[in-house]
């Protein structure tokens, strides 16, 4: 994600994870092993569209060591987001046949300025609730 910082990029990935996981949790469990009547979910967030003025401002402050990503990372973003895009790949677990894939976008609204996680988090949601909608149809 040009211009990104690897923390911003790390907290979408977590955010997403948790979205999924919440929208999932209530009807499908989410198991360790492979088995009949499993599905195996591969998802990924492919494309975070932003506007990135320059480097960010935690780089810049010399906020780069791992243990202070999460406080760092809890005010907020220096992305500007407009579009985030996520591919997924529904499996059957056991014959590792594919089932579906899909490309799911969800445009922000226009921010003119830094997404909060807040805003991010909601559109992680949306996505999830989306993915959710799709399986809940297929049964």
Known sequence: YKGASWMDVRRCAELFGDAMRAALADAYPIVEEPGPDVLRIRLAVTGIRAEV????????????????????????????????????????????????AALIQHSARATKGETSWEAVEQVFQKLAQRVRAGLDSSR
């Not at 935690?58 to 990372?73: F, H, M, Q």
């Open 53 to 100: 003025d320059g480097y960010s401002t935690r780089e810049n402050l010399g906020y780069g060591d791992p243990d202070t990503v999460d406080a760092v990372s809890a005010s907020g973003t220096e992305l500007d987001i407009e579009r985030i895009s996520v591919e997924a790949d529904f499996r059957d677990s056991t014959t590792d046949a594919r089932l579906v």
